[in-house]
């Protein structure tokens, strides 16, 4: 949670950190609210300042060495912290990266789609030369490919925890028939975990000479060990590609694998709470721990530890006359990064070849003349800032601290490596509905209820705010509500506060609070970042007229063959026609698919 436009930080951490102090918990117990010291504990030595934060987003005391599961309760929602729902999406990825007995991280146990789906043409056990447990290459939205600075595509993966398998069999979700003739009121329940997992190629044998290049020549890491050994890093078999000569279509063969080794680039972990259905889809990426965050530093005015290595971030939002930069022909970086090549003006990057104009080498597996630059579009994942949340930058600093503290004693656990990006979610999840986009336009039922009058002031922010009382954003509107949070700005209050030349159209008012306040306007059905993307898996989708955040494809619509909403992809073939509340998973649709595909 950051402070909207009405509030200074001051007053935010005096909120956060006195009047509601309780709620600023999350009540797990274990758990500390005490921020580790980084005073000069950062990695191999390294001075840091702890940055200037509005509130403290603690990590775990049992999240290390061994992970403990996430704990099921229901977070609150606006005004209060936000900090709940980032630590679950941090805390799922250490499990999931937790290393076996070989150094591998577990995910690469965790089951896939072949193992909960029952397929028509059944196919050979993973994890052997018969079938590929990693590398679909194509993106969602448009099934574009991401092309690397090493001439690689990215390989991308999708598993799920245990309980979500067992949640597909006890419903008879695994067949096709089984899919299409779901509940559409079926709800997914507490404690399902989905991961998708971007990596990056870096076999000796598909390099000249068998060197692996740097992951960046930035002279901000300088003090970084320069290769992936503080990745984590598997041995995977993955698709040969090949190219269509008639069609120029690149082509997958997942059924003719390759092995080789990969190195994590970035990871969405994405769950479920009690009472959060919609997933809370948490994205975390790998960084520098030696440099510090640009942007967020800029932010904070202190230092922040641990710098995006993968990409860029840009240093101004986009405008709302200039929504994709098109207009901004400066670099974003003269240096080069894995997924950007430096100098590229941002007008020139994240975008797309058609696979007519790639090259694919099939003997090196490679393509000869199309690296893709990349570069992030909103680097705090914000539509109104351009920093993160501040309840991020605390949980990463206390990520960066303890990476120090364990420098001290010869080793950091590799998983120290990855920071959260940001995360999103139902911040009134009781508007979860068949057939929403679950987004912060005009298809918002708050917008929707300000046109005709209704405040709905039985959800959180309606005309007073405080400690829910009930399910699905019951809140302190309601009568006898405790912990009153004073000074906040509810959505009455927006009303009646507008400027006179705002005009008198309540749609007007609202949109432009959205604009203005992101996920803190009282008539956001979101929280966390509405911007919020991967730079590795939705690399061509950051520009907020296309696909601005993960409920731009995972809602309860109708689902196209490019793993998007109808909606929003209305030329597209349907795989999965009829709206239901599962169909934010895709893990449905691209079963679906595949078995569409393979008739």
């Avoid at 758990?31 to 300042?49: D, E, H, I, M, Y």
């Avoid at 692996?212 to 698709?239: L, R």
């Avoid at 009690?274 to 948490?282: A, D, M």
């Amino acid at each position: 949670m950051v402070a909207r436009v009405a509030f200074s930080a001051g007053a935010l951490a005096v909120m956060c950190g006195v009047a509601v102090l309780a709620s600023c918990k999350d009540p797990t117990p274990g758990f500390t609210t005490k921020p580790v010291s980084q005073s000069s504990s950062a990695p191999n030595g390294a001075n840091a300042a702890p940055p200037t934060a509005n509130e403290d987003c603690p990590i775990g005391d049992n999240w290390f060495p061994t992970t403990a599961p996430v704990r099921m309760f229901v977070p609150a929602p606006h005004p209060d912290t936000e900090c709940p729902f980032y630590r679950g999406a941090y805390q799922n990825f250490l499990i999931a990266a937790q290393p076996d007995a070989n150094g591998a991280p577990a995910i690469v146990h965790y089951p896939t789609i072949d193992d909960a789906f029952t397929s028509a043409t059944p196919h050979p056990v993973r994890n052997t030369s018969g079938w590929a447990w990693l590398g679909a290459v194509r993106q969602a939205g448009r099934r574009q490919i991401l092309i690397d600075q090493n001439g690689h595509t990215l390989y991308y993966g999708i598993h799920m925890n245990q309980a979500f398998v067992n949640f597909i069999k006890a419903n008879k979700l695994d067949t096709v028939q089984g899919i299409q003739n779901v509940n559409p009121n079926l709800a997914l329940p507490p404690g399902l975990v989905e991961f998708k997992t971007a990596w990056t190629d870096i076999d000796p044998g598909d390099f000249p000479g068998g060197k692996v290049p740097p992951p960046t020549n930035d002279p901000n890491n300088k003090t970084d060990p320069g290769d992936y050994s503080n990745y984590i890093t598997t041995m995977a078999w993955v698709p040969h590609l090949s190219q269509d000569p008639t069609t120029g279509k690149i082509v997958e063969h997942p059924d003719q694998p390759r092995l080789i080794k990969v190195a994590l680039v970035a990871i969405h972990a994405v769950y479920t709470l009690p009472g959060h259905p919609e997933f809370i889809w948490g994205s975390i990426q790998h960084v520098n721990l030696q440099g510090t965050d640009a942007v967020a530093t800029n932010v904070q005015g202190a230092p922040v530890v641990g710098a995006p290595d993968c990409q860029p971030d840009t240093t101004q939002l986009p405008t709302r006359a200039d929504p994709d930069n098109v207009h901004v022909s400066t670099p974003v970086s003269p240096y080069n990064y894995l997924l950007y090549k430096g100098g590229t003006p941002e007008n020139q990057a994240n975008a797309a070849y058609a696979d007519t104009q790639l090259q694919l080498d099939e003997t090196t597996q490679s393509f000869k003349n199309a690296p893709t630059s990349i570069y992030r579009m909103f680097p705090g994942s914000k539509s109104d800032q351009i920093g993160p949340d501040t309840a991020i930058v605390s949980l990463n600093a206390n990520l960066t601290a303890l990476a120090g503290q364990q420098a001290q004693k010869g080793k950091i656990d590799i998983r120290l490596n990855y920071h959260l990006v940001a995360a999103v979610w139902l911040d009134k999840p009781g508007f979860l509905a068949v057939n929403q986009s679950l987004q912060n336009d005009t298809t918002n039922p708050l917008y929707q209820g300000a046109l005709n009058g209704n405040l709905y002031p039985g959800v959180n922010e309606g005309k007073t705010c405080g400690t829910p009382l009930g399910p699905h954003g019951a809140s302190g509107d309601v009568p006898g509500a405790s912990n009153t949070v004073p000074g906040c700005v509810t959505r009455a209050d927006v009303l009646a506060s507008a400027p006179a030349d705002a005009g008198s159209n309540p749609g007007e008012i609202v949109l432009n609070d959205l604009i203005t306040n992101g996920t803190d306007s009282p008539f956001s059905i979101l929280g966390g970042e509405d911007r919020l993307s991967s730079t590795s898996m939705e690399s061509f989708t950051q520009a907020p007229d296309t696909f601005p955040n993960c409920f731009s494809c995972h809602n309860t619509q109708p689902v196209t063959t490019n793993g998007t909403p109808q909606s929003r992809d209305p030329t597209s073939a349907l795989v999965i026609t009829k709206p239901a509340l599962i169909n934010v998973s895709h893990l449905f649709s691209e079963f679906v698919l595949r078995e569409t595909q393979a008739q």
